[in-house]
């Protein structure tokens, strides 16, 4: 079983900058990827970005690339995603997920319970 913690969120003014991190315990056997999720009041849940165990391969959305950056430390079994430029857009519950494809949005496992990422305009 594995838990995934997420931090870093709150409120920011548009423009401005947030880093999320997210530390994973336990064991999971063939599920290293890791990824971002969010869902909006009213939306989807969308894929933002998802890397592979290596931290060479990465996966960005159409709305977040150019802006967020995710990133790992497997030492301390923690993924970060660095927001930049951010938009009342994206404002939004950000997940993180545990699964055994980087890109595959729909073969995430495991799953933490969230935090808040609101951009005021």
């Known amino acids: 079983q594995v838990q995934l913690v997420e931090s870093g969120g709150g409120l920011v003014q548009a423009g401005g900058s947030l880093r999320l991190s997210c530390t994973a315990s336990g064991r999971a056997r063939g599920n290293t990827a890791m990824g971002w999720f969010r869902r909006a009041p009213g939306k989807e849940r969308e894929f933002v970005a998802g890397i592979h165990w290596s931290g060479v391969y990465t996966y960005y959305s159409d709305s977040v690339n150019g802006r967020f950056t995710i990133s790992r430390d497997n030492a301390k079994s923690t993924v970060f995603l660095q927001m930049n430029g951010l938009k009342p857009e994206d404002t939004a519950v950000y997940y993180c997920?545990?699964?055994?494809?980087?890109?595959?949005?729909?073969?995430?496992?495991?799953w933490g319970p969230g935090t808040q990422v609101t951009v005021s305009s």
């Open positions: 997920a545990q699964g055994p494809r980087y890109s595959d949005s729909s073969a995430y496992v495991y």
